[in-house]
Each structure stands twice: as structure tokens, then as C-alpha cells.
């Protein structure tokens, strides 16, 4: 076996049991299957384009496709992973730094819900 290979192994076993890594991990993937369960209740509800792009100038440059919230929350998804695996493999040198990385995500995953949820009751 690998040493990285092996290196990750023995780093998830010992995150496993922190309780910072169980409760932000459960709470960022309910957050997360909200946000995606309540875009497939609303998907045949859904314009064909959506407000999604604030920051442009006020018109047709704001608008996306509903897709594009689904790939919203896909990143959160993947940013989610990705964080996870990097505070596994810091974990053993620095706690605290893996920790925040699990916060992170977790606060994350609650804006990108939120925002595809107003954007939801806004146009429905």
C-alpha cells in the first residue's frame, strides 16, 4: 500500500471521532440534500431563466438557466468533498485548521442554500 494511501487511512480513523468533523459533516449534507430536494419539488415550477447573477448590471445579464442552480449546488457538493479530504490530511498536524475547513464548508453549504431558496419563493 502506498504511504499516502496509507497516511489517509490513519487520518480518517482518527477525524472520525472528532465531533466537530461528525456534527459539520451530517449538518452539510442535510443542508446540502434540502437545497437539492427542494430544487426537484420546484424544478416543472421553475422560468425557463432565473435571477441568479446579482452582481451584473440589472437586466437579462442576471438571468441563468435552472440548471445553473443545480450546478450551484453540485460546487457546494464538491467544495464540501474537497475540504474534507484536505482536513483529513492535516488533521494529524493541525486540529484546528482542519476544523475550520469543516466550519467553512458547512456555512457554505447554508449560504448557497439559502441563496437558491430566495431565488426559489422570488420567482415562484
Avoid at 437539492?36 to 416543472?44: T, V
Wanted: a positive charge; hydrophobic letters at 55%; aromatic letters at 12%.
Amino acid at each position: 500500500m502506498p504511504a499516502f494511501l496509507k497516511t489517509v487511512i490513519e487520518n480518517g480513523q482518527k477525524i472520525r471521532h472528532d465531533r466537530v468533523f461528525i456534527w459539520t459533516s451530517r449538518a452539510s449534507l442535510l443542508i446540502l440534500a434540502v437545497c437539492f430536494f427542494a430544487l426537484l419539488i420546484s424544478w416543472g415550477k421553475l422560468p425557463p431563466q432565473v435571477p441568479l447573477y446579482y452582481s451584473l448590471p440589472w437586466g437579462e445579464e442576471q438571468l441563468g438557466t435552472p440548471a445553473s442552480l443545480i450546478l450551484l449546488t453540485l460546487g457546494g457538493f464538491l467544495l464540501l468533498v474537497l475540504n474534507t479530504f484536505i482536513a483529513v490530511l492535516v488533521y494529524v498536524r493541525s486540529a484546528y485548521f482542519a476544523r475550520l475547513l469543516l466550519v467553512s464548508s458547512t456555512i457554505i453549504s447554508l449560504l448557497i442554500t439559502t441563496t437558491i431558496i430566495q431565488i426559489m419563493l422570488k420567482i415562484t
